[in-house]
């Protein structure tokens, strides 16, 4: 099942309307298109500085509530800019613009992410592929965490 448009209507209305933040990103089952009934909505934003955030009111937390009330489904927010590399661009590539889609500080930001993650990825395949290799020879273990 996947979100359907007055939802995403409602989460792009409700974001518009605050300065601070100058993209959001739908991504996960719900911008896929694999998303169940009980699926929850997954949101990564981008915001035009961090000085407006301070102790415990930042990004993944200013908007949960509001939105998980608009939108009647759990709601997962992540702040964009401080995400692995790998997730950014698996976002930024797989994830719909709900918000943002002509604003230029977020077309600078995608293709600063884009230019690390290719510029990484020889050293971030090497890493999974590493650690695949544990897992398969059960060496995985909470000393690793």
């Known amino acids: ?3 359907n448009k007055a939802i995403k209507a409602k989460i792009s209305s409700y974001f518009v309307k605050r300065p601070e933040v100058l ?6 089952s719900q911008a896929k ?8 909505i997954d949101l990564a934003i981008l ?18 509530y509001d939105l998980e009330k608009l939108t009647g489904k759990r709601v997962e927010v992540q702040d ?12 930024i590539s797989e994830g719909r613009i709900l918000v943002g889609l002509n604003s230029k500080k977020r077309i600078e930001f995608e293709e600063n992410i884009l230019r690390v993650y290719f510029d990484l990825k020889p ?7 590493y650690l695949n290799q544990m897992a398969k020879r059960g060496e995985l273990d909470v000393r690793y965490i």
Not at 80 to 91: K, S, Y
């Open 80 to 91: 964009l800019a401080f995400e692995p590399i790998d997730f950014a661009q698996r976002v």
């Open 47 to 64: 915001v035009k500085d961090h000085k407006s955030f301070s102790g415990f009111d930042i990004p993944q937390t200013r908007y949960l």
């Open 123 to 129: 050293s971030i395949d090497e890493y999974y592929k």
């Open 1 to 3: 099942m996947d979100i």
């Open 33 to 40: 298109g694999f998303a169940r009934e009980d699926s929850d």
């Open 23 to 28: 993209a959001v990103y739908l991504y996960g």
